[in-house]
């Protein structure tokens, strides 16, 4: 089974802030990884497929990258709505695995 | 509009079994891969099983051998029988949509399962 490890567990921060989120594979994923958003009380939202795409409706401040065992979620200016738990998922090797989850908090 | 709607959950004794449904609407389920998914209370999330629109079906080690995913075309719905349930079950267990690039687009609201004495 593949390990997603997300870090870090919680991060602070202020809104118009920039924030990047890790994600790494314990081993390669190719490009096959997946960013959710949570947040409370509420289903997991798509934002990132294919490690870089935006998925249907997400804003163009939310940005993926890396490829291999790298990952990064990259939100360029806070806004009040994107204060919620983010995952990663990888897809390319079955059983597909979560990360723990990064919690945004205001700060 | 792309809608999922669980339903099933509710409060078991530990052994016992649930059948829990995913009624799709807006798409076929055939045409999609299909998974169930849960949450334990304050924790992450877990996949449990998908079934591809080929029939396929896959499991994780904690679903393996008690849990079971089908899926009935003329109804649009997924199913997830569970049996031999132990109180660890207790979560929401959502089931979602597999998008064809990759990542599951649509999730529906979830279906609490909670297994006590």
């Known amino acids: 089974e593949i390990v997603m490890t997300q870090s870090p567990a919680t991060l602070s921060v202020s809104p118009g802030e920039r924030v990047t989120l890790s994600c790494r594979a314990s081993q390669s994923v190719r490009i096959y990884l997946a960013w959710y958003q949570q947040k409370l009380g509420q289903a997991p939202r798509l934002l990132i497929y294919g490690a870089s795409s935006r998925a249907t409706g997400m804003p163009a401040r939310f940005s993926g990258s890396g490829s291999g065992t790298e990952f990064t979620l990259t939100i360029s200016s806070l806004q009040s709505e994107d204060f919620a738990v983010y995952y990663c998922?990888?897809?390319?090797?079955?059983?597909?695995?979560f990360g723990q989850g990064t919690k945004l908090e205001i700060k | 509009e792309v809608q999922l709607v669980e339903s099933g959950g509710g409060l078991i004794q530990p052994g016992g079994s649930l059948r829990l449904s995913c009624a799709a609407s807006?798409?076929?389920?055939?045409?999609?891969?299909m998974s169930w998914v849960r949450q334990a209370p304050g924790e992450g999330l877990e996949f449990l099983a998908v079934i591809y629109g080929d029939g396929r079906t896959y499991y994780t080690d904690s679903a393996r051998g008690r849990f079971t995913i089908s899926r009935d075309n003329s109804k649009n719905t997924v199913f997830l029988q569970m049996n031999s349930l132990r109180t660890e079950d207790t979560a929401l267990y959502y089931c979602?949509?597999?998008?064809?690039?990759?990542?599951?687009?649509?999730w529906g609201q979830g279906t609490r399962v909670t297994v006590s004495p």
């Open positions: 807006g798409f076929t389920v055939s045409a999609h891969y």
């Open positions: 998922q990888q897809y390319n090797t079955w059983p597909y695995t």
């Open positions: 979602a949509r597999g998008n064809d690039n990759g990542g599951s687009d649509y």
